[in-house]
């Protein structure tokens, strides 16, 4: 379960030295999650307006690989790990071609409006059949 988002690298991501900025991947990859939860169907809007609650990034391991510069066309890779509960685990990767440029294992939770963690939506976790939850 494995979904592609290619982004375009403009000036604007860049930094003095020409290369992407470092918090400029934390902003690709959350425009890989976006479309990865939007491709499986799942309308954050209407999940919040139906008290379904929002997704808060509660964890992020990255390492950085190798620099992407001005006008390189990358590939953000979204990909289901694991969840239990309010958690979902995902892996996500930047790539230039094959170039492994920036990788993420990025922890979400389920929260309400008072910013406590509620189930994952049902509407989200019916994706995830042939992956059981992890036992906490």
Known sequence: MTHTLQIR???EDT???GIVYYAN???FIERGRSE???ELGVDQARL???GGGVFAVRRVVAEYRAPAVYDDLLDVQTRY???SG???VLQQAVLRGDKLL???EVTLVCINDAGRPIPLPDSLTVHFGKNPPERS
Do not use: G
């Open 36 to 38: 990865w939860v939007r």
């Open 25 to 27: 991947y934390l902003k």
């Open 48 to 50: 919040k307006a139906t």
């Open 81 to 83: 790990l694991r969840h």
């Open 86 to 88: 309010a958690r979902l």
């Open 9 to 11: 690298v403009y000036y």
């Open 102 to 104: 920036f990788e993420a």
């Open 15 to 17: 930094d003095l030295a």
